[in-house]
């Protein structure tokens, strides 16, 4: 008979269009097995070439009288997916021969899975699904294994997880630009009760400020649909801030001590993706703030009499509700080469207390990445990276909640805070990252940044009676050090008045 058409049976993923696409050439022509077994290979191809490595035409060609062949295909589907625990020899048992019995619960593993019971086996959906779950954090090795099915045609997929120790204490000192010399204390728990949930405090002592802060963040809100997660902070700050700090002149407390914001508060913060690129977050916070002095004693003014807060008893309210959209698209979040990433965000307080603060502040960024060949010595990645921002802040403005601009955030060969404080700004950055040798990066990189002419509208003018210019630049070059924490930054910046310093920090800039 002359073939007339060529259709599947037992299929899921295989559209029709497909079939048609690959025998329609042998339609109308007299049926040759031959030509229908190449067919029958591309058929097999294609489940191959989109992931579907265990599915395949599994029967003999049936022939029917009307010319038309049927194909039985059997597409590797999921019959169930189940959670193994191994211990760190890679055993599914202990020393006692019993099954090895995990403190992670087992719904934490599988609502990462897209593979599910009666789906269609797919490698690269599955490389997916064991990305996901390594990247949880709370285990050393995810491996996925295959068993038969009680059905020929089906398959029971088990992901083996090797759990490591989550809890961790630790102890430490270092140096920062904006803090100086500081030691800290915090503790750890990455997966409490074995929900993958996070619980974190920490104590930091410096020459600037001493903060604890208590952190509980639970990543995906049990039966959540739509991956919301949650946190929940408290802490208490104490700093000596850049907005009251810096400059020409040196203005004081009137007792000759530098001013010192005390923030007390907490709030709570919810996170939700909106697509695997967009992710949006809504919160609200809470601060009692104060200005004190070095023995915590309030003080409202300095020496010239410029107020430091909003309210004239030197403590104020702050209760803002917060609202952020995060757009990312880059090739990596650690080093990026490639990509676009855009943050905006809005804060509004609401008036209470007897300070009855009522502000919005606007703030937005953007990063572009573009990967470029300009030295030959190396393979690793080279880029130029891109950063623009500002902000603006509308209605009542207490002046510690100015924006501040120099330092290693801002505008590298200035001191921290020492180039303004402004009720608006812009600020630009751009940088040439290059390798060097093994774990050894190097940047050549330019920052400005301007307060707008806005200084002197932030009460009590902090900028204009330290003499800080409002506008200015810096340029100069970085090392960047591969650590298991991430680059360890080092940059030596000059300013456009001249004067160089070194900045320090964690993290490539953006």
């Known amino acids: 008979p002359e073939l007339s058409r060529v259709e599947v049976k037992g299929n899921q993923v295989l559209p029709q269009t497909v079939v048609d696409e690959i025998f329609s050439p042998q339609y109308g022509q007299i049926l040759n097995l031959r030509q229908l077994q190449v067919g029958i290979r591309k058929l097999n191809q294609w489940y191959q070439d989109n992931g579907y490595i265990l599915a395949q035409v599994i029967d003999v060609p049936q022939v029917n009288p009307d010319g038309s062949v049927t194909l039985e295909v059997a597409e590797g589907t999921v019959e169930n997916v189940k959670v193994q625990f191994l211990n760190k020899d890679g055993e599914p048992t202990d020393a006692d021969g019993e099954p090895v019995t995990g ?51 089906q398959v029971e997929v088990v992901v083996n997880v090797i759990e490591k120790n989550t809890g961790s204490v630790a102890a430490g000192a270092g140096v920062s630009s904006a803090s100086g010399l500081f030691g800290t204390v915090s503790y750890q728990e990455q997966n409490l009760f074995g929900r993958n949930q996070k619980l974190g405090g920490e104590l930091q002592v410096g020459e600037r400020e001493i903060l604890y802060d208590l952190r509980f963040t639970d990543p995906w809100i049990k039966d959540d649909p739509y991956r919301t997660s949650y946190t929940v902070n408290g802490f208490r700050r104490r700093s000596i801030s850049l907005i009251f700090d810096g400059g020409d002149e040196e203005v004081e407390l009137p007792n000759g001590d530098r001013p010192r914001i005390l923030r007390f508060g907490g709030g709570v913060n919810f996170s939700r993706p909106i697509n695997p690129n967009l992710r949006t977050s809504l919160g609200v916070e809470y601060q009692r703030v104060a200005i004190r002095d070095s023995d915590g004693d309030l003080s409202p003014q300095d020496e010239l009499g410029n107020t430091l807060s909003f309210s004239d008893s030197g403590k104020d309210d702050l209760l803002m509700f917060q609202f952020a959209t995060l757009y990312d698209r880059r090739d990596s979040v650690q080093r990026p080469t490639k990509g676009t990433v855009l943050r905006l965000s809005t804060e509004q307080s609401v008036p209470i207390g007897s300070s009855s603060i009522f502000m919005n502040r606007l703030r937005g960024s953007l990063s572009y990445y573009l990967p470029v060949s300009l030295v030959r010595y190396s393979q690793e990645p080279q880029s130029l990276a891109f950063n623009f921002q500002a902000g603006t802040v509308i209605g009542d403005l207490p002046p510690y909640e100015a924006f501040s601009l120099g330092g290693s955030s801002t505008v590298r060969g200035y001191d921290e805070g020492e180039l303004g404080t402004g009720r608006s700004y812009i600020q630009a950055t751009a940088e040439y990252r290059f390798p060097v040798f093994s774990v050894v990066s190097g940047a050549l990189f330019f920052d400005a940044a301007s307060d707008l002419g806005t200084g002197s509208e932030v009460p009590g003018d902090p900028a204009g009676v330290r003499g800080k210019p409002g506008s200015g630049f810096g340029y100069g070059l970085g090392v960047r050090i591969q650590s298991p924490l991430g680059p360890i930054r080092v940059d030596y910046g000059i300013s456009d008045e001249g004067e160089g310093r070194f900045h320090f920090g964690l993290g490539e800039r953006f």
């Open 103 to 153: 403190r992670t619960k087992e719904y934490i593993i599988t609502r990462e899975l897209e593979l599910t019971s009666g789906g269609v086996f797919n490698r690269t959906a599955v490389e997916r699904d064991l990305q996901r779950v390594f990247g949880l954090g709370i285990f050393e090795d995810v491996r996925l294994s295959l068993n038969p099915g009680s059905d020929p045609r």
